[in-house]
Structure formats: C-alpha cells, structure tokens
C-alpha cells in the first residue's frame, strides 16, 4: 500500500462508520417532539387570544372615556358661557347699585 492511501484508510473507515450510525429518528420520536411544540404552541396562541380580548376591551373603553370626555368638555364650554353672562349681570346690577 502507499503511504498516502493507509492515511486514508483510517479517514475512509471513519467516514463509512459515521454515515451507518447515523440514522434516522424514528416515527415515535418525532411525534413526540412535534407534539411538545403542539402543546407550546398552543398555549401561546390561548394566551394571545386572551391578550388581544383583553386589549379589544381596552380600546373600547378608552374609546368610549374619550367620548364621554368631549361631552364633558363641551357641557363645561356651555357652563362658562352661562356663568359668564351670569357674572356680566351681577356686575351690571352691582353698578346701576353703586350709582343710586
């Protein structure tokens, strides 16, 4: 033999070698395995549907406080033009008072 082929023996045995232990995983295995991500994945899609009902509820609560804000803001608007008037006249009368 040549010296460069019994270098290559060893290289070549352990090549065979690797190739042939290799295998494939089984039917078995890869179920069980897929079914564990199943199960994760399925838990994280529970919890995102929970999250997104959660924040659907808190948009339409935000939405509906907004509302009711303008409402609010615009009644205030509508009481300061009323006091307003109101104060304009008490000053009104208080000076036709002060001039008799």
Same mark, same amino acid.
């Given at each position: @033999? *040549?010296? /460069?082929? +019994?270098? @290559? =023996?060893?290289?070549?045995?352990?090549?065979? !070698?690797?190739? !042939?232990?290799?295998?494939? #995983?089984?039917?078995?295995?890869?179920?069980?395995?897929? =079914? +564990?991500?199943?199960?994760?994945?399925?838990?994280?899609? =529970?919890?995102? &549907? +929970?999250?997104? +009902?959660?924040? $659907?509820? %808190?948009?339409?609560? =935000?939405? /509906? #406080?907004? !509302?009711? %804000? &303008? &409402?609010?803001?615009?009644?205030?608007? $509508?009481?300061? !033009?009323?006091?307003? *008037?109101?104060? &304009?006249? @008490?000053?009104?009368? $208080?000076?036709?008072? %002060?001039?008799?």
């Amino acid at each position: @033999m *040549s010296p /460069s082929l +019994t270098k @290559m =023996a060893p290289l070549a045995v352990i090549l065979i !070698g690797s190739l !042939g232990l290799g295998g494939c #995983a089984t039917k078995g295995f890869v179920r069980e395995q897929v =079914a +564990t991500v199943n199960q994760r994945v399925d838990a994280l899609d =529970a919890k995102l &549907q +929970t999250t997104d +009902t959660t924040a $659907q509820q %808190a948009l339409a609560e =935000a939405q /509906s #406080a907004s !509302g009711q %804000a &303008q &409402q609010n803001s615009q009644r205030l608007d $509508q009481l300061n !033009g009323r006091v307003d *008037s109101v104060e &304009q006249r @008490m000053q009104e009368a $208080q000076r036709k008072r %002060a001039r008799n």
